[in-house]
């Protein structure tokens, strides 16, 4: 465990040094990549957090997808489940803060989403290597849910976010694709 603590403070500290606008246009050139890649191309509804910075700008994905007729969903976290409830975002409205500033969807304005309706699965991440493995932000939501979700998965990462090691347990589930501001890297190929 401790091992993954200490990535993540690196991994921060690193992000932390990325000015608004190498942020902006690398947050620009992953969406691009993004809306080029067959499984975006391909999925008509897909899960996208809402994120806050330093994590890739998800605000434009989720603005591309609407104006492209994709339907997206976002997580609700489930705490006491340890759980993701994802539910239909149709304006930014539909979002309030939750604790440490998160956003996430308003239940009474919001309708969940089943897994299995859903195509495309973009995976957060603090850290990523190049087998797909992720470093979360330590909830293990993600791992819960994606023990039993078998659609398309990728993560969305800045050059400096993928490391070439990561700690990994045995329920850790490696994602399929990882989009950065350089690559589109393949897992398991």
């Not at 606008?21 to 992953?30: A, K, L, V």
């Not at 890739?56 to 489940?81: A, H, M, N, S, Y």
């Not at 969807?105 to 299995?116: A, D, R």
């Not at 293990?140 to 994606?146: A, K, Q, V």
Request: with cysteine; hydrophobic share 35%.
């Amino acid at each position: 465990m401790e091992a993954k603590q200490k990535l993540r403070k690196l991994v921060r500290a690193e992000l932390s040094e990325l000015s608004l606008p190498h942020y902006e246009d690398m947050s620009y050139q992953i969406a691009q990549k993004l809306y080029n890649d067959q499984d975006w191309k391909e999925a008509s509804t897909i899960a996208v957090t809402i994120s806050k910075a330093p994590e890739v700008d998800t605000f434009q994905i989720i603005r591309k997808g609407w104006e492209q007729g994709k339907r997206i969903v976002v997580p609700k976290c489930e705490p006491k489940l340890r759980g993701l409830d994802f539910r239909q975002l149709t304006r930014f409205s539909q979002l309030e803060s939750v604790y440490y500033g998160l956003l996430e969807p308003i239940v009474s304005e919001t309708e969940t989403v089943k897994p299995e309706e859903i195509d495309l699965v973009l995976v957060p991440g603090l850290a990523f290597s190049e087998s797909g493995y992720r470093l979360g932000f330590g909830g293990g939501y993600y791992d819960r849910f994606l023990a039993n979700y078998h659609g398309n998965t990728v993560s969305l990462a800045f050059k400096n976010q993928i490391v070439t090691e990561i700690p990994t347990e045995e329920h850790d589930i490696p994602v399929k694709k990882i989009i950065s501001n350089e690559e589109v890297i393949f897992v398991g190929r």
